[in-house]
């Protein structure tokens, strides 16, 4: 479903991508969300996990825009040069800031992590993905807000997309 028709009230999980799309500055509808959740018209759910991969890849993209490395296998390269790492904090900076906003954080339980086992088995998601479902059914939340087909697997949630991707 389009991201801009999500109802006022509405309770969602965001996925890390719909941050990367915004501090790319490749989505308005991104932006355009982010700034209702700003206005506290929708209730944003985030975890520890969707924090930890908006860093690790917001920190692979600043090596390569500042021309630290070269694109192409970022993380292979990053670990061969740990020195360009050390030089890095735009994404740090950028990542708080969006931390400012009023999202309700989530830690990953060892419920969680059981729970999704059997979402990977069932509807073959990736570790990060499943980690993060588990924990928004755990607390209730069936609407997902993100760029990733694979969620569409999941019959019993609801998939909010960017337009603009």
Not at 66 to 84: D, E, T
Not at 116 to 124: E, I, M, N, V
Not at 145 to 156: E, G, I, Q, W
């Amino acid at each position: 479903m389009d991201i801009n028709s999500l109802p006022a009230g509405a309770v969602v999980l965001v996925d890390a991508n719909i941050f990367i799309y915004y501090l790319g500055g490749l989505s308005a509808d991104c932006k355009a969300f982010l700034r209702r959740v700003a206005l506290r018209e929708v209730t944003a759910h985030i975890t520890t996990t969707i924090i930890a991969e908006i860093l690790h890849r917001r920190m692979m993209a600043e090596a390569i825009t500042k021309k630290l490395i070269s694109p192409g296998q970022p993380l292979k390269k990053l670990k061969a040069n740990p020195a360009v790492i050390t030089s890095l904090s735009d994404y740090i900076t950028e990542v708080e800031k969006l931390l400012l906003l009023p999202f309700r954080l989530a830690e990953i339980t060892i419920a969680d992590l059981a729970a999704s086992h059997a979402l990977r088995q069932t509807h073959g998601l990736f570790v990060n993905d499943s980690l993060n479902l588990a924990c928004a059914l755990r607390l209730g939340v069936t609407d997902i807000l993100t760029h990733d087909a694979d969620f569409n697997r999941v019959p019993s949630v609801n998939l909010w997309e960017p337009t603009d991707i």
